[in-house]
């Protein structure tokens, strides 16, 4: 069954160092990958999306993700952390089958420590 | 960017009544609509999908009759919780989705609506 896993529920890093978040998802073709941040109580905001072309794509506040097909993985980074970045991320894939619906990871918590 | 709303952001109700989130499309038209349920420090849960005009497709699980879904223009769908119990209290969010020619399978999301069900 196609799924998408996010390994770690929750991370803490120091404010200023780097950050990863991992995906990994599970599908027989290349999907549509997307990686969202979420704030208590508030919707969803992109933060980047891998269609096709270059696997390394630049988001938004300065976050970029890498898509590498030989793990299946989609794997965020940030080279250095700001204690405003804490929050949920939640990386999806859209699959080509069954209309195009989101399926979603089940996100991980980023704490930033001062 | 395109922009979808959700009214009402925060509602409280009786068990027992029911009540209607609107999801609107601002500034694009939405073919597909998605409805979206996440509890406390989970991942949205997938309840719907909804084609403007037509009837929802239900994941598995969901209680069609429970929750009344409508997608009568390209602008808005509907979710409607029928005889709510506080078991149906929860976040729930919608996007919307232009379409899927030219390779487009972005959503955008709603801010969700936090219903307390007392």
């Known amino acids: 069954a196609q799924s998408v896993t996010q390994p770690d529920i929750h991370i803490t890093v120091s404010e200023g160092a780097s950050l990863e978040l991992r995906c990994n998802y599970s599908?027989?073709?290349?999907?549509?990958l997307f990686w969202y941040v979420q704030s208590p109580g508030q919707g969803l905001q992109l933060l980047l999306k891998?269609?096709?072309?270059?696997?390394l794509v630049q988001g938004i506040k300065g976050f970029e993700a890498e898509f590498k097909r030989s793990q299946s993985s989609f794997n965020l980074r940030k080279p250095s952390v700001h204690w405003s970045d804490a929050a949920e991320y939640f990386c999806?894939?859209?699959?080509?089958?069954?209309?195009?619906?989101?399926?979603f990871g089940a996100g991980t918590r980023l704490f930033v420590k001062a | 960017g395109a922009v979808v709303s959700q009214h009402p952001s925060r509602v409280i109700c009786k068990s027992g009544t029911s009540v209607k989130i609107e999801c609107r499309s601002l500034?694009?038209?939405?073919?597909?609509m998605f409805w979206y349920r996440q509890f406390p420090k989970k991942s949205l849960m997938l309840m719907a999908t909804?084609?403007?005009?037509?009837?929802?497709?239900?994941e598995q699980g969901v209680e069609k009759d429970k929750f009344l879904i409508n997608h009568a223009s390209l602008t808005l769908s509907t979710l409607t919780v029928t005889s709510a119990h506080p078991e149906d209290s929860s976040f729930y969010i919608c996007?919307?989705?232009?379409?899927?020619?030219?390779?487009?399978?972005?959503?955008?999301f709603g801010p969700g609506t936090r219903l307390t069900v007392t």
């Open positions: 999806a894939v859209v699959m080509d089958t069954g209309g195009f619906k989101t399926i």
């Open positions: 909804s084609n403007e005009g037509s009837k929802a497709t239900y």
């Open positions: 500034d694009f038209q939405a073919t597909t």
């Open positions: 996007s919307a989705r232009a379409g899927t020619s030219g390779g487009s399978y972005e959503q955008y």
């Open positions: 891998y269609f096709s072309g270059d696997t």
């Open positions: 599908y027989g073709a290349t999907p549509y």
